[in-house]
């Protein structure tokens, strides 16, 4: 088990939905480990779903049926996802902006659940750091324009 697990809030009764979802998007070595149910004891109803632990690619998480607190997902926390091509990222893009997503800027995003997710194709941090730093400051440039992130698009900027 890992030390630290990003645990994630949902208000209305989404969590097993959320980590289907996100399990489904992510594959690889992703799964769910354990579904935990509201006994008695509450606040939930009894034996529905309080909490899933599962993994992403072998990253754990927490997905909890907190219940109306108010509280919802913004943009100072996302996850953040280095892909191995560029179809790998815009596959993600297009599976994770679907059924209510919202696209962003700089390839942010928030998927219909309300998390906010940060999809990098491989070569952007090359692009950006490039030892020109004129190359660098274009590349940039472009990179603020775009809202999801086209690596050729960067490299020939």
């Given at each position: 088990?890992?030390?630290?697990?990003?645990?994630?809030?949902?208000?209305?009764?989404?969590?097993?939905?959320?980590?289907?979802?996100?399990?489904?998007?992510?594959?690889?070595?992703?799964?769910?480990?354990?579904?935990?149910?509201?006994?008695?004891?509450?606040?939930?109803?009894?034996?529905?779903?309080?909490?899933?632990?599962?993994?992403?690619?072998?990253?754990?998480?927490?997905?909890?049926?907190?219940?109306?607190?108010?509280?919802?997902?913004?943009?100072?926390?996302?996850?953040?996802?280095?892909?191995?091509?560029?179809?790998?990222?815009?596959?993600?893009?297009?599976?994770?902006?679907?059924?209510?997503?919202?696209?962003?800027?700089?390839?942010?995003?928030?998927?219909?659940?309300?998390?906010?997710?940060?999809?990098?194709?491989?070569?952007?941090?090359?692009?950006?750091?490039?030892?020109?730093?004129?190359?660098?400051?274009?590349a940039m440039k472009a990179m603020l324009g775009m809202k999801r992130l086209d690596i050729e698009a960067l490299r020939n900027?």
């Amino acid at each position: 088990m890992q030390k630290v697990t990003t645990f994630l809030w949902f208000d209305d009764n989404q969590a097993e939905e959320a980590a289907d979802h996100y399990i489904s998007v992510i594959g690889g070595d992703s799964r769910v480990l354990e579904v935990t149910r509201w006994t008695e004891a509450g606040p939930g109803e009894a034996g529905s779903v309080m909490t899933v632990r599962f993994q992403l690619d072998g990253t754990e998480y927490i997905a909890f049926n907190g219940g109306p607190a108010g509280f919802s997902f913004d943009e100072s926390v996302s996850l953040s996802v280095d892909c191995a091509s560029q179809e790998e990222a815009d596959e993600l893009w297009d599976r994770l902006t679907a059924d209510g997503g919202q696209e962003s800027q700089c390839g942010w995003l928030k998927d219909r659940f309300g998390v906010s997710w940060q999809i990098i194709p491989p070569g952007l941090g090359g692009a950006l750091t490039d030892p020109d730093p004129e190359k660098a400051a274009r590349a940039m440039k472009a990179m603020l324009g775009m809202k999801r992130l086209d690596i050729e698009a960067l490299r020939n900027a």
